[in-house]
């Protein structure tokens, strides 16, 4: 018999201290880069994007991959190249930790289209109100001290 997964994950990071630094402009760049780490590692991506201080990322994980490796991966490969290339200018890596949530196949366009509507949505919600509601939505215990 055949192995048959669908793992849909959900991921989220910031860059080191949560500097307002991903400007819009350059964001494409970005995006189009991890896509192509994505795709390298037989991930298929459903939607990314942004503002200026995180990323979303919904994509398939292959079943080879563990999350935490990918989303390393995607954290050094994506930062050495930002520096290279000077995309964002104040730049001085990724925060340690990022959000990772599962979710059913039956969520997925609901996803696509909240992670597509990041901008309108920050107009109203803060990065942290928004992380601390998708904790609590996924049943995620944290301690506020480490949201900083």
């Known amino acids: ?17 949560r500097q307002p ?9 970005l995006f189009k880069y991890v896509t ?8 298929h991506l459903y939607q990314i994007n942004g503002v200026e201080d995180h990323i979303h ?3 398939h994980i292959h079943p080879t991959v ?3 490796n990918l989303v390393k991966d995607i954290k050094i490969a994506s930062g ?3 520096k290279k290339e000077g995309l964002f200018k104040k ?35 803060s990065f942290l109100e928004e992380f601390i509601r998708i904790l609590e939505e996924n049943g995620v215990e944290y301690d506020p001290k480490y949201l900083d």
């Open 57 to 59: 990322i919904l994509t």
């Open 21 to 29: 630094i991903l400007t819009k402009e350059k964001r494409p760049e």
């Open 80 to 82: 050495k190249m930002i």
């Open 1 to 17: 018999m055949s192995s048959y997964i669908q793992s849909i994950h959900h991921i989220i990071f910031t860059p080191y201290k």
């Open 66 to 68: 563990a999350l935490s």
């Open 91 to 125: 730049f001085q890596g990724w925060q340690n930790g990022y959000g990772g949530f599962t979710h059913s196949f039956k969520e997925k366009e609901r996803l696509v289209l909240y992670i597509i509507k990041q901008e309108e949505h920050h107009k109203k919600v």
């Open 36 to 43: 192509g780490i994505l795709k390298e590692k037989k991930c």
